[in-house]
């Protein structure tokens, strides 16, 4: 019996995970889980999976769930302490990494420290960390198992291979829902366009990503990380079925890939069993015949800037990828509330990553004094951009 805390219960991984718990119940036992604001749906979860400790963001919301669940005899905490809490709670031996954003960075690292295997979802936070993360996990003995499906396509792609044997890993990307949409066009798309991706169902977050592509840049910096890559020998591929889910090349051009329905069920039973694999007999086997053709071709970086910036921002590297992270969190957000048109959000980002001198990142503090620094420089860059905004609403 598998122990497992979820940091993000609420959310479509954190969902999605305990869908596979509830269907392997002799498997796998939850104790504990954090949410952000979902009250109503965090109830549902405890009443269903009774964990030890749960957490919420505020307070009050806490208060409320208690007064909700009086019969719940286990702690109901919040803020960063109740994310600590499940992040290192004593009988957990994986954490499910999948709160949105850097929010998830300081409870995954505690995570780490408190030598949990992670299953990461929660990309940002390697995004924004990298070399202190795969340090601190080198340090404590602990794996990082990667819920991403194209990481996790990979992870499956180099079993029992060498790492020297790796000539370059080849991303797949959906190309989102403006795909086929000239550029031009781009200045003046909606947030509901923006949120109807083509082939997955994800949070809003990941899912505006998915449009801009830097959801794709995002995941060319995990995948350095993770991988133990330079930028050289991470590659992406448009491929709009979503049904290769990610490529290794080797060094003799043997290329292996791994495919699969687009369903993130897949890859996060994968993780949680890893390295054993459950019989997902619900789902559908994939129909290649069905699906009749399978297409790839180049990303435009001139049409999505965002997956460029990723680059930039890992070539550059020391705190420029925290700094291109929280500039998107804060441009992405606005967008959402329909304050910046889709464009805004790679123009501030890219205004934001040109104005920061990269710094070594020695602690922790350096990367969250420049996630602040970025955050700042971002709402100084939308108070520009609004009156451009309103203008075209
Ligand atoms: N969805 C996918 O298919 C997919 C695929 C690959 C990777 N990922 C990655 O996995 C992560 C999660 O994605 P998602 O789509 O599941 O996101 P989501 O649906 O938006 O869920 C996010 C979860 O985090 C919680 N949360 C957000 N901010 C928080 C905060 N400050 N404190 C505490 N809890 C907070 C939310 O709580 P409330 O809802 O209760 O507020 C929710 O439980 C992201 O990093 C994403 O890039 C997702």
Redo the contacts with the bound molecule.
Sequence with gaps: MKKLAI????????V?TLSVVERFPEQFRVVAL?????LS??KEQVVRFQPEIV???SEADAKDLRAQLPNFRGEILWGSRG?NAVATHPDAEMVMA????A??LAPTLSAIRSGKTIAL????ALVISGELMTREARHYGVKILP???EHNAIFQALHGYQRRQVKRIILTASGGPFLHRPARELLEVSVEEALKHPT???????TI?SATLM?KG?EVIEARWLFDLPPEQVSVIIHPQSIVHSMVEYVDGSILAQLGIPD?VIPISYILAYPERLPLNHLPSLDLAAAAQLTFFQPNFDKFPCLRLAYDALRHGGTCPAVVNAANEVAVENFLAGRIRFTDIAELNEQVLCAHVAQLVTDLDVLFEADRWARDRAHAVLKRMQPRAVASA
Excluded: F, Q, R, Y
Excluded at 121 to 124: H, I, L, R, V, Y
Excluded at 200 to 206: A, L, N, R, T, V
């Design positions: 940091l993000g219960s609420t959310g479509s991984i954190g999605s954090a949410a952000g604001k979902n749906k965090l957490s919420l963001t994310l999948a709160l949105v954003g929010a998830g979802a929660n990309k940002e819920v991403d499906s997955w169902k994800m949070g809003s977050k990941i990503d959801n995002l993130m």
